[in-house]
């Protein structure tokens, strides 16, 4: 089993819709939680970062981290076009070492 | 301007030949790392240097030599390149333990 399970999609939605994006983990000592967006043959780049378990919110951008079922997710509202690439949830115990899930593409369809 | 800049983009290479990435960050932090992509894209993490130090060694083969010369360096020298060696290397930075800046990567092709 990988430490960091992420559907890799692809996921097509139209212009507007709402989008959720999930990852499940094994490793109960994850305490730092992000997603990064990776636009093609682009770096990643970090969009939201969590510390333990609960909400943040950045725009249009929500990322929640349920501990107890060790699930993260990303909800993306109003979704647009350029919303379209791939977006990895990442986890860290500290220590330097950030665990990747294997993305999902998503693809806003105008 | 670059925070995190690679080079070289681009490398075609043949096979048993030996080659360099570069990599440097002007954001003063001091951890630096190695990931490597795959076609999956699935990020995986080589090594890790905290200011000039080796801090992680995944299980990468000896074939891959990492060298910090100073905390805004981090270089990765391949000898006998193997097709399977073929991905995207992305090198990072972070000042923290857990919020990378990443490189726009070198996409390695192997012959």
């Known amino acids: 089993q990988k430490e960091v399970e992420q559907d890799p999609g692809p996921l097509s939605v139209p212009e507007g819709a709402i989008v959720s994006l999930n990852c499940t983990y094994s490793?109960?000592?994850?305490?730092?939680f992000m997603w990064y967006r990776q636009y093609s043959r682009k770096g990643p780049e970090l969009l939201m970062y969590?510390?333990?378990?609960g909400n943040k919110e950045d725009g249009r951008f929500t990322a929640q981290v349920d501990k107890s079922s060790k699930y993260i997710s990303l909800f993306i509202r109003d979704s647009q076009p350029s919303d379209s690439a791939t977006y990895l949830c990442a986890m860290s115990a500290g220590g330097f070492k950030t665990i990747f899930g294997a993305g999902t593409r998503l693809f806003v369809k105008a | 301007d670059t925070a995190v800049s690679q080079t070289p983009k681009y490398l075609v290479t043949q096979m048993g030949n030996d080659k360099s990435i570069k990599c440097e960050q002007n954001?003063?932090?001091?951890?630096m790392y190695w990931y490597k992509q795959d076609s999956k894209k699935f990020l995986k993490i080589m090594f890790s240097?905290?200011?000039?130090?080796?801090?992680i060694n995944e299980t990468v083969p000896n074939r891959f030599s990492p060298k910090s010369p100073d905390k805004a360096h981090l270089n990765l020298h391949i000898n006998s390149l193997e097709l399977g060696d073929s991905a995207v290397y992305f090198c990072a930075s972070s000042q923290d333990e857990w919020r990378y800046t990443f490189g726009s990567g070198t996409r390695l092709t192997v012959v």
């Open positions: 490793n109960s000592a994850f305490q730092y």
């Open positions: 969590t510390y333990s378990s």
């Open positions: 240097y905290n200011n000039k130090e080796l801090i």
């Open positions: 954001l003063g932090h001091d951890t």
